[in-house]
Structure formats: C-alpha cells, structure tokens
C-alpha cells in the first residue's frame, strides 16, 4: 500500500477543511511548494493534490501552484479540483501530472469523461468519488446526487476504469479513523480495480487496517498537519 500525502490549496495556500466544509477551513502553511519539498525529503514519493477553489468554482484556479510543485519537485502527482474541459486535461498532461481526479464531471458529463479515459489512457485518470451515507456528492461537497458510489464505479469499470479515490466526508478532517468498512465493501465488489482511501486517516493501526482490507493506496492530510502521524514515522510502512 503506497502512501500519498495531501496538499489542499485555497489562495496559493495549503488548507485543510473539517467534513468538507469551507466555512470551517485553516491555513496550515502559507507555501504548499514547501511543503511538497519537506513531502519529498522524508522519501514519499506521491502527492495528492486538490485546488479546492477550482474545486467549488468549476473549474482549476491554481494553476501556477501546480507548475511550481511539478517543477521543484520529483513527486508523482495525482490532481484534482475543477478539471472539467479537455483543455485542462491537455494542460495538465503536458505539465507532467501523473494522474487526473475526475469527480464532478463524471457524473455530469459521462460521455466526456469515458472520452478522456478512451483518448489519453484510463491509467492516468481516477474516479474521485465523495461519498456521504454511499451517495456520491459533487462541486467541492456542496451538490449532492442520486449516485450510489458503488453504482457509479461498476458503470466506469466497464469502460475502462482503473483507479479509485473514496473520500467518506463523515469522516474527512474528524481524525477519528477511516470509514474501513466503506473500503472492505469496494474491495469485496471490485475486486481488481486500485483503491485508495481518504478521509479521517490519524494512525498507524488505521493504516494497517486499510492495508488488511486490500486497499492499495492511502492519502493523508490533516493527520500530518496535526502532528498525529510523522513523516518519519510513514518510512517505516
């Protein structure tokens, strides 16, 4: 299971919000490339990024956060937040990003989202999935669908779907533990897809449970910027 660090941005800064709430949002540092290089330094190799304006807006705002980090750094990065034309696909492939969350679009625009995985490759794309009480919600949280999670990703994987981010919103930002049964679900129904896991990650025993349940990777934010987990501490994993 590899482990993906966070890094949310609100104005070029590094953010985390509790339950996906931006009226509940704190600014952890000001320069996220700082961070990113501190990420790096302690051998991570992975980076989930989200433009949580771009996120709530409709579309990616902080591009320039993205083209610093993907310069000054070597970590592999998966993005998200607002990507919902082809002109940001485009950008963000040529910028190097490694993989592209897609979450409002898919269930928006399907047809354009199983264009993207078609035309540039189901592996550089993942399903970004928030889900409160197995509904998927949309637009930075605030929109919720008639999507079940699990209806959703048996419709993509016959597609071509490769890869999955299950945020449970209950859980994100609480530090209280995964919603592990939520994951053990996913593994159990989708057997061959790539899970990763987000929100609510605070120890090392809740690591350990995600990887028992077959999860291959998990993201962390507010655990690290809390000092509840240890950059050093995740090397030993």
């Keep these: ?47 989930h990024l989200v433009d949580l304006e771009g996120a709530k807006k409709g579309k990616v705002i902080n591009w320039k956060v993205i083209q610093e980090i993907q310069e000054k750094t070597a970590l592999l990065i998966d993005f998200g937040g607002g990507v919902q034309t082809t002109e940001d696909v485009e950008e963000l492939i ?31 794309f993942i399903l970004s999935a928030d889900v409160k009480n197995e509904y998927v919600m949309i637009n930075g949280w605030l929109e ?17 779907l490769e890869y999955i981010t299950a945020t449970d919103i209950s859980s994100d930002g609480m530090l209280q533990g ?18 990763f896991a987000s929100g609510g990650i605070t120890t090392l025993d809740d690591l350990t ?10 993201i962390i934010g507010k655990a690290l910027y809390e000092g509840k987990l240890k950059l050093e501490e995740l090397k030993l994993l």
């Design 94 to 124: 040529n910028l190097g990003v490694n993989q592209i969350n897609v979450g409002s679009t898919a269930i928006k625009q399907p047809e354009l989202f199983i264009e993207w995985m078609k035309g540039y490759g189901a592996e550089n």
């Design 1 to 47: 299971m590899i482990i993906i660090p966070a890094i949310d941005v609100i104005d070029g800064k590094c953010v985390r919000l509790t339950q996906g709430d931006y009226g509940q949002m704190k600014v952890y540092r000001e320069d996220p490339v700082e961070v990113a290089l501190e990420f790096q330094q302690a051998d991570l190799e992975y980076l």
């Design 144 to 160: 919720s669908t008639n999507f079940r999670l699990y209806d959703l990703v048996e419709k993509y994987m016959k597609e071509g």
């Design 178 to 195: 995964p919603n592990i049964s939520l994951y053990k679900n996913l593994r159990k129904l989708f057997p061959t897809i790539k899970i």
């Design 209 to 218: 449970a995600l990887k028992d349940a077959g999860i291959n990777g998990a």
